[in-house]
């Protein structure tokens, strides 16, 4: 695979899919500045805090550079946090945090509940071979819409929880956070 994935690098559980990458022979950089992400063709969003990842993206000037390209469809994947960063409609946000709109879904923040509350489980995804992926959730975001061009590749009880509109994909859960690593190679894959 010749690709360059930038991992955002703001804020959150970003090593992690930088590991993730370096297992697969994947080049990848974190990415804090427009510069970084100019390297890049294809980028991650990762878990962690999206009220904060949305104020360090203004900050760090990053916001117009990244949403320039994912208009150009730079492939991108989008895990928890990063799923909300990626959708049209939040609800539960902060009132001052912006989404980049790149996949036509709703999403509720902390939708099954509190840190707590977290859970892992397998879960059946359509595009990988037929093992069970196990899945960590962790205040994760709930989909409560899913537009016409969005494919729903799992789900977890009746609720999506990975989506996929062209280039753009996302899950609900920290794939990175299990050492299956299909996810990602699918992700690099895409075109
Ligand atoms: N609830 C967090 C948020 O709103 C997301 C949690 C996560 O990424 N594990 O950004």
Do not use: W
């Not at 974190?30 to 104020?55: F, K």
């Not at 037929?130 to 960590?136: C, P, S």
């Not at 205040?139 to 789900?155: F, I, N, Q």
């Amino acid at each position: 695979m010749t690709t360059r994935v930038g991992v955002l690098a703001l804020q959150g559980a970003f090593r992690a899919h930088l590991d993730a990458c370096a297992e697969l022979g994947v080049d990848a950089v974190e990415v804090r500045t427009a510069s970084q992400l100019d390297g890049c063709d294809r980028v991650i969003i990762p878990g962690g805090e999206s009220t904060t990842m949305s104020m360090m993206l203004d900050r760090n000037e990053l916001r117009e550079p990244l949403a320039e390209r994912l208009d150009q469809g730079m492939p991108a994947f989008g895990t928890c946090a990063g799923m909300i960063l990626l959708a049209t409609e939040v609800s539960d946000g902060r009132p001052d945090q912006k989404s980049f709109g790149a996949i036509d879904i709703a999403v509720q923040r902390n939708g099954y509940g509190r840190q707590n509350q977290s859970f892992s489980d397998a879960l059946a995804i359509s595009v990988l071979s037929t093992d069970a992926f196990h899945a960590v959730f962790i205040r994760a975001p709930r989909v409560e819409r899913v537009g016409d061009g969005v494919e729903v590749l799992a789900s977890y009880d009746g609720d999506p929880v990975l989506c996929q509109q062209g280039s753009v994909l996302v899950s609900a859960f920290h794939p990175e956070l299990s050492p299956d690593r299909r996810l990602h190679r699918y992700f690099c894959e895409l075109s």
